[in-house]
């Protein structure tokens, strides 16, 4: 509560703090405050005909304005602001007067002689939109709202948009530019696009934008009907065929997905951003081979580093083996993004060591509270989203990097076309895709003797496999409830679960679980990621084929970290899911006193839950194969005193593991970067090593 000058200048100070940062509501509301216990004081008053201007409501704002001025005509910027409002307003006689009252109280320069010149184009814009019967805003408008949303002032923008798009409710663009505004901050954009696509239902572009909004409000089936309309009015509209297979995907139709992705790369052979999808999709069929996989992988290395391997730069560095090194970071998960989960701890020890300088090559658009704390760590960000592949290789050149580590694979957002232009002397692939990137430019890739132990995945990769102690450390979250009871032991029954992707739930997943759920009649199994209602009603079939019905799931939906924590209160065991392992998923429940049952596979993609647990110490909790995944299960349902002592011990088991040791994974990073620089400064080809052993 405002009681004196002091406490108006503190709210006065937050005010125009939250302004400058976006938050106008916030601002307004402090304001205001000020304005109720000092109607006149010169600067709220500003302020607020300033963030009025700024979000369009215009003759709002000239009170605040004419107040501001009238107690401190001493203040230039006061004189112009409220001409300029004056002007949009479009009170020209009046902002003739107040300029002509200015130019007698000394007002003069350059702003003065352009206010001038504006209120003289604007007199005359105004006469040509008279003669018209126009539907939308006039162009100076648009343009403020375009300006708006460039300067990343989406509040100001929304507010502004909800008032005009009353006044002109056909402005295509303007419903355009509100579902662009809404999507950017993560708000339900959906009336808005449908409000275009309404106008606009003739334009295939428009249905795919429509679905695109549905599928980022996890409106999945209702996403697919939105882009199979588009490919209706354009057959050939490869784009749409590829967001179809992401939401096909998203649903668990792998097999739907990898047939859609297939047609848009029929239509358009270079679409890369699509092939690496169809490899992502690939790497969770139950139905492809390593042997398959492999080549698919190394058919897309064909097929886009051709172009680029006669032009590879003859690197100039200087082949000191002992000089600091520039290692670059390429990603698009710079963000709250599970990827962080596991690098940002490396990130902080490798941010300490003086003779490696970081950088970071942000491709995402996104930034968020994660990335503000990612930024430090590095020596240079690099906010690289806009710029191509071609010029984003030349800026990895230019900066003169030694040693660049993809951290996206195969994964949305990734830019392996530019390491296929090989733009440092060495690369490596790291965490965010479990298989080879199918590159030749590619050199090395980071594991752990879990995940590939020596010289038995080699010919799965194009890159040469480097292990470190643990192939990453794993930060568990803030918001981890402590552990609870074994659930079993209340219940009188047991309750498996699963937090992976609706995607990795196969139907040879559901074929294995349902044999365990049938073998243990009481049982139950809680499904705790699946997308909204109607997106995952071919997995609830799928299990009634196996005779599970649905009263034995316990379904929910994607929820907020803090939730999805407190169910792993009433789980007992994880079910892995193959041929692709749950990774983030994993470590969260064992650091819950949650263990995964999983069978050990052939390639890395369906290695990781075995590795986290064989770190763990907990290899009855790994198998060989799918019988003994089910006689397995059975028996930790009947041995649950057992059951119950590991999950007591589990999260304290993590915390002595490799998994939680962030300053010795990073020291054998560190090695390995080395190593790989002084087997390139002696001209020696990339080989497969262990950390372990360098210098013995």
């Not at 930790?636 to 002592?645: K, N």
């Amino acid at each position: 509560m405002i009681q004196d000058n002091q406490d108006i200048a503190r709210t006065l100070e937050q005010a125009v703090s939250l302004y400058q940062s976006g938050d106008l509501l916030t601002a307004e509301y402090k304001l205001r405050s000020i304005l109720a216990v000092d109607v006149h004081q010169p600067q709220a008053n500003y302020y607020l005909g300033s963030l009025l201007l700024e979000s369009l409501r215009t003759l709002d704002s000239l009170p605040y304005f004419n107040t501001a001025l009238e107690s401190d005509p001493q203040q230039a910027e006061y004189w112009l602001s409220y001409i300029g409002a004056l002007i949009d307003a479009a009170h020209y006689e009046d902002a003739k007067l107040v300029l002509s009252y200015g130019r007698d109280a000394g007002l003069s320069g350059e702003p003065v002689e352009h206010l001038e010149q504006l209120l003289v184009k604007r007199q005359s814009e105004l006469l040509m939109l008279s003669s018209t019967n126009a539907h939308v805003p006039e162009a100076h408008i648009q343009e403020k709202l375009i300006q708006l949303f460039l300067k990343k002032r989406y509040q100001a923008a929304e507010i502004a948009l909800h008032k005009l798009l009353e006044q002109y409710p056909s402005w295509l663009d303007g419903w355009k530019i509100m579902s662009d505004t809404l999507l950017v901050q993560k708000k339900d954009a959906r009336v808005a696009a449908r409000k275009a696509l309404a106008l606009n239902a003739d334009d295939a572009k428009e249905h795919c934008y429509y679905g695109l909004v549905l599928k980022g409000q996890g409106d999945l089936a209702n996403a697919a009907d939105a882009f199979r309309d588009a490919i209706k009015l354009q057959p050939d509209y490869a784009a749409a065929y590829n967001n179809l297979g992401i939401v096909s995907k998203d649903m668990g139709d792998i097999a739907a997905a990898v047939g859609y992705y297939r047609q848009a790369l029929d239509i358009n052979p270079g679409y890369a951003s699509c092939y690496s999808n169809l490899l992502f999709c690939l790497s969770h069929a139950d139905v492809v081979s390593t042997e398959d996989l492999f080549a698919e992988h190394r058919r897309f290395g064909y097929q886009y580093e051709a172009v680029y391997k006669s032009a590879w730069p003859k690197h100039s560095h200087k082949s000191n083996s002992a000089k600091n090194l520039n290692v670059g970071f390429v990603s698009a998960d710079f963000r709250e993004h599970s990827l962080v989960n596991f690098f940002e701890p490396v990130l902080e020890h490798l941010s300490l060591v003086a003779d490696v300088s970081l950088h970071a090559y942000s491709t995402s658009a996104i930034e968020d509270h994660v990335t503000q704390r990612l930024k430090p760590k590095f020596k240079h960000w690099h906010k690289v989203d806009e710029l191509t592949d071609v010029a984003l290789a030349e800026k990895i050149r230019e900066d003169k990097i030694d040693i660049l580590v993809d951290l996206d694979g195969h994964t949305a957002g990734n830019r392996l076309i530019s390491f296929a232009m090989k733009p440092a002397p060495i690369q490596l692939s790291w965490l965010g895709y479990l298989a080879t990137t199918g590159l030749s430019a590619m050199d090395y890739y980071l594991a752990d003797a879990h995940l590939l132990p020596p010289n038995q995945f080699d010919g799965q990769f194009m890159e040469k496999i480097v292990q470190l102690p643990a192939n990453a450390p794993f930060i568990p979250s803030d918001l981890s409830p402590e552990v609870n009871e074994l659930p079993a032991l209340n219940n009188g029954f047991i309750t498996f679960g699963c937090f992976n992707r609706v995607e990795k739930i196969t139907p040879s997943v559901i074929s294995l679980w349902s044999k365990l759920l049938n073998k243990i009649p009481n049982s139950k199994l809680l499904l705790g990621s699946m997308p909204q209602d109607g997106s995952y009603d071919a997995i609830i079939k799928a299990f009634a084929e196996h005779t599970i019905s649905v009263d034995r799931l316990i379904i929910y939906h994607r929820n907020t970290m803090a939730d999805y924590l407190r169910l792993h209160h009433q789980v007992d065991i994880c079910l892995d899911t193959f041929p692709s392992n749950g990774v983030t998923t994993t470590c969260h429940a064992a650091w819950m006193g949650v263990p995964t049952l999983c069978v050990e596979g052939n390639s890395l993609m369906s290695r990781s839950a075995m590795a986290i647990m064989l770190h763990l110490n907990l290899s009855d909790f790994v198998v060989q194969s799918h019988e003994g995944f089910v006689s397995q299960g059975v028996y930790w349902s009947e041995h649950l005193q057992y059951l119950s002592e590991v999950r007591s011990n589990l999260r304290k088991q993590f915390k002595i593991s490799a998994l939680n040791q962030a300053s010795i994974i990073s020291q054998h990073l560190v090695l390995a970067f080395r190593q790989m620089w002084e087997r390139w400064c002696k001209n020696q080809p990339a080989t497969s090593f262990k950390t372990s052993t360098i210098g013995s």
